[in-house]
């Protein structure tokens, strides 16, 4: 999220709502007759959508593999690499699906396919949850394809991604001190997230995340209900 403009749509998901993802994904497979050995979910993003789909498929052979950006500190390089190898055996001579929950440049699940190819795998086949436009990779399997580009937060990340949107919108309305409301005004302003929509999706969770922004010392209140960043 730190390489995006400070102004871009997101899209706030619920469990409920990424679990039914899980179903539709599992669905296409077995209508397909596809009977993967092993599910390989891609760290961090792909890893509650492998466990559920191993659930729906009636599978118990679930690993993982980590895709990583980064090569030095802060050094973001243009090709996703592999941070931890897979143990021997984990893929060899099985039929493997890969799982990741979303393909924005599909950089991440293409890098991860032919790894596994070159580990002499059976069939390998690919599947995210979720689909964007500008995708140049597409998986055989898709929960759903975005007509529009959006940032997804999705459960598992709620509590990061909107630390960073709520930081990111403080710095950028520039004004000493911020109240929830003012809070959900930027948002709305600046992500396309309306106050109705995130309440839906995850009830009363703005208190939990402003105190847990002061815990983690990203804002300090400065009278009751109005809060500021930290230098
Ligand atoms: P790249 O590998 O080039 O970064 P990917 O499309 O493979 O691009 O995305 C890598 C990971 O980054 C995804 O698995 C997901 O966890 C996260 N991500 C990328 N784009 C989005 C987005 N629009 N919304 C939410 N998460 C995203």
């Known amino acids: 999220m730190s390489d995006l403009p400070d102004e871009f749509k ?15 994904v599992s669905d296409d497979v077995r209508r397909d007759e596809f009977e993967p050995d092993v599910i390989v979910a891609l760290a961090r993003g792909g890893w509650f959508a492998g466990r559920c789909i191993c659930d729906f498929l009636g599978m118990d052979d679930l690993t993982s593999l980590k895709m ?6 802060a050094e ?3 090709e996703p690499t592999i941070r931890y190898p897979m143990p021997e055996g984990s893929v060899e001579g099985k039929d493997v699906l890969i799982i990741d929950d979303i393909a924005d440049t599909g950089g991440s699940i293409k890098r991860a396919q ?8 059976g069939e390998v086949r690919t599947a995210t949850l979720q689909l964007l436009q500008t995708s140049e990779f597409e998986p055989d399997y898709v929960g759903e394809q975005l007509e529009e ?6 459960p598992w990340n709620f509590i990061e991604d909107m630390v960073d949107l709520i930081s990111g919108v403080m710095a950028k309305a520039d004004e000493d001190a911020f109240s929830k409301r003012d809070i959900r005004h930027y948002l709305k302003e600046y992500h396309e997230v ?11 969770r703005l208190t939990e995340i402003l105190t847990e ?3 983690r010392e990203v804002v ?4 009751p209900g109005e809060w500021a960043l930290v230098d």
């Open 220 to 223: 300090t209140m400065t009278t």
């Open 213 to 215: 922004m002061e815990r």
């Open 149 to 154: 580009w959006a940032w997804v937060v999705y």
């Open 10 to 24: 997101c899209t706030i998901t619920n469990w409920e709502y990424i679990y039914s993802l899980c179903r539709d």
């Open 76 to 78: 973001k390089s243009g």
């Open 194 to 204: 309306d106050r109705i929509g995130m309440e839906i999706a995850q009830p009363n």
């Open 68 to 73: 990583e950006h980064y090569v030095g500190t």
């Open 114 to 121: 032919e790894y596994v190819e070159d580990r002499e795998a």
